[in-house]
């Protein structure tokens, strides 16, 4: 039987219909049987439906710059909190 570890590694693939009927049907016996992975895989394809029929849209550049610098602040922010990358004086 396929443990939930195994079912998460397989999940993307299942989605996208791309695991062969064997892996498929241990899959769905999996899910059927786990009410965890049931909510995981339900959920995950509600969301995969949402998002394949949205459409896309640029990104404003104001939006583009804001993202960006708070990135920059964190991973900066990050290096300096590394005692590995601290320099003592």
Not at 29 to 39: D, G, L, Q, S, Y
Not at 60 to 76: C, G, T
Not at 78 to 88: A, I, L, N, T, W
């Amino acid at each position: 039987m396929l443990t939930c570890k195994q079912f998460l590694q397989e999940l993307s693939d299942y989605l996208e219909e791309s695991v062969d009927q064997v892996v498929r049907a241990e899959i769905e016996r999996h899910v059927n049987e786990c009410p965890n992975c049931w909510v995981v895989c339900d959920t995950a394809r509600k969301t995969l439906k949402v998002f394949k029929g949205m459409e896309c849209h640029a990104v404003p550049e104001d939006v583009q710059r804001k993202l960006l610098a708070a990135l920059e602040k964190a991973i900066a922010e990050k290096k300096g909190s590394d005692p590995r990358r601290r320099v003592d004086h």
